[in-house]
């Protein structure tokens, strides 16, 4: 049987996800496992376990194929290499334009020469109510990497 493709894969998840009326929050607590993350598998950024497959799987109903496909190694970050057209994507890549050199300078000054990693990191989003209007909070944890010297 072939793998399904990236995009059957999501739309598979997906539609299984909405046939049982889930969130990801409520598939955080079937799961034990992040809502971000379980979102980046379902959208083909993550690697599930056996077992966290399997869970899914039964949780969802999912045809073996979808089972199998989750836990293939992705390819990462393979959003097309154009400017985002969705509104709330392109606000990310408006925020890294208008802030990414001012991020690195600062965390630079705080760590020094290097990155954090998007391999040993968490991301979060929590809801903070506002009585302007409610706010979305987003967290990054990364483990920062500096560069070697040799």
Do not use: H, N
């Amino acid at each position: 049987m072939a793998a399904p493709s990236p995009s059957t894969l999501t739309a598979s998840l997906m539609a299984a996800k909405k046939a049982k009326g889930l969130s990801f929050a409520d598939l955080e607590v079937a799961l034990g496992l992040d809502e971000v993350w379980i979102a980046s598998l379902f959208y083909g950024q993550a690697t599930a376990s056996p077992e966290e497959a399997e869970k899914l799987a039964t949780l969802l109903g999912l045809d073996p194929a979808i089972t199998a496909a989750l836990q293939e190694f992705p390819t990462k970050g393979s959003l097309d290499p154009v400017i985002p057209t969705d509104p709330l994507i392109y606000r990310f890549y408006e925020i890294m334009q208008v802030y990414g050199m001012p991020l690195k300078d600062v965390i630079q000054e705080k760590f020094g020469d290097g990155i954090m990693s998007a391999i040993d990191f968490t991301l979060d989003v929590d809801k903070v109510e506002d009585p302007k209007g409610d706010r979305v909070k987003v967290t990054m944890c990364g483990k920062f990497l500096p560069y070697k010297k040799w």
